[in-house]
């Protein structure tokens, strides 16, 4: 009877044993399943890649390109700068305002001094050191005022000339189309008591052709009770669209 129990107990550890193996063997099968699906997926998509490496290539080249293009922006950018971005800007449209007012400087000729009306106002001081000068176009036509007035407090043989202050040059042309002003801030004295003055009732202003001094001249009356001119210490500013902070003071 204990013979007999023996073996049964020997059978069921052997049926034991061999459903451990074959369980054992089943994960190990499953897990190579697993290891061979996990290697086929790359070898998948490298075999699709491979399928499509025309696309990839030309993909490939065209990100490429866009790369070079990109360095190439960056590049003008880097130029410019994009923290200069701003004065690249303005670089750029002051470029582009002188080209446009070259244009159209191009285009209208020279402002003779039939077409402009030329008058005078004191500045808004006591006593009176500056004055402005206004030119408006009367002629009908864009014409381009040059330069700056040119200015005689006397007769014009043996009035001292009127030298121009250059920070007051505007820096595109000064191009007026039909009844459009222009104006040119003027010192006429430097408002000391003692200075060497001469009161004027009238002067004279020429204006600039293409090669010089034009031909003619206009008279301007001086505003009422005249203007006390010192000719040592007179200067002009450039005509202008307007008068400028900084630009037109002196």
């Known amino acids: 009877m204990r013979h007999h129990r023996k073996n049964t107990v020997l059978a069921a550890a052997a049926v034991a044993a061999l459903s451990l193996g074959l369980t054992a063997c089943g994960g190990s099968d499953t897990g190579a399943k697993d290891a061979g699906s996990a290697s086929s997926a790359p070898q998948a998509a490298a075999d699709q890649n491979a399928a499509k490496g ?66 005078v106002e004191k500045a808004d001081e006591v006593p009176t050191e500056h004055v402005v000068l206004t030119a408006t176009n009367v002629s009908g036509r864009a014409c381009t005022l040059l330069e700056y007035p040119l200015l005689a407090f006397g007769p014009i043989q043996t009035a001292k000339d009127v030298p121009a202050v250059a920070k007051s040059k505007p820096a595109v042309p000064i191009v007026l189309k039909k009844g459009e002003p222009a104006y040119a801030s ?65």
């Open 186 to 250: 003027v010192r006429v004295a430097l408002g000391g008591v003692h200075e060497d003055n001469k009161v004027v009732k009238e002067f004279t202003v020429n204006l600039f052709a293409a090669d010089g001094p034009a031909e003619g001249s206009v008279v301007v009356k001086a505003p009422a009770g005249g203007l006390a001119v010192n000719e040592a210490a007179a200067k002009t500013g450039y005509w202008t669209y307007e008068l400028r902070n900084g630009a037109d003071e002196f």
């Open 54 to 119: 025309g696309a990839t290539d030309t993909t490939g080249g065209s990100t490429s390109e866009g790369s070079t293009t990109g360095a190439s922006t960056s590049g003008g950018t880097t130029a410019g700068g994009s923290t200069a971005g701003g004065k690249g800007t303005t670089a750029s449209t002051a470029s582009t305002g002188s080209a446009t007012g070259a244009k159209a400087s191009a285009k209208a000729p020279a402002c003779a001094h039939g077409d402009v009306r030329i008058t």
